[in-house]
């Protein structure tokens, strides 16, 4: 078991994990699968020493950690967006945890000082770990979401790291 870069090699698993989480309709704002093509350029704005994506490696990928900059503006250079997403077998095993702590410990050396995750509300797993590893809510956007006809709540939790 390793953390390691994410490589392109690697985009089929982590479009599968994503995928996986559609259904849940905890995770992620898509409703419908998107396809390893449409990921490409999405992947492309990862880089190891500044926007890094971590896999946590079985012999195949587990689960993933994502790390974007935040609203595309020169002056948040210092702010990431924060994803993390485990695939449906190894849910509940800590590996979330682990690519977590793994991001917060980088996260000097990338000078990186915010991150930031925005979370349904209603995604209780997803809050309890942020908030586990210090992130406090600094943000709530009421009803910004619709989900199978259902409104839902977006967290806007915070960390300063730096």
Avoid: K
């Amino acid at each position: 078991m390793t953390i390691r870069h994410g490589t392109l090699a690697d985009l089929p698993a982590i479009v599968d994990i994503y995928n996986a989480s559609i259904p849940g309709r905890l995770a992620t704002a898509d409703t419908e699968p998107v396809t390893v093509e449409q990921r490409r350029e999405w992947f492309a704005g990862f880089s190891p020493g500044q926007r890094p994506l971590w896999v946590y490696d079985v012999g195949g990928v587990a689960g993933w950690l994502g790390m974007r900059s935040f609203y595309g503006r020169p002056a948040y250079h210092g702010t990431v967006e924060c994803a993390v997403y485990v695939s449906p077998a190894f849910r509940r095993s800590g590996i979330a945890r682990r690519l977590l702590e793994h991001a917060l410990g980088e996260c000097p050396g990338l000078d990186i000082r915010t991150i930031l995750a925005f979370v349904f509300a209603h995604n209780a797993p997803s809050v309890t770990l942020f908030e586990r590893y210090g992130f406090e809510r600094w943000g709530n956007l009421p009803r910004v979401a619709e989900l199978d006809g259902a409104e839902r709540d977006l967290l806007i939790l915070g960390l300063r790291v730096a």
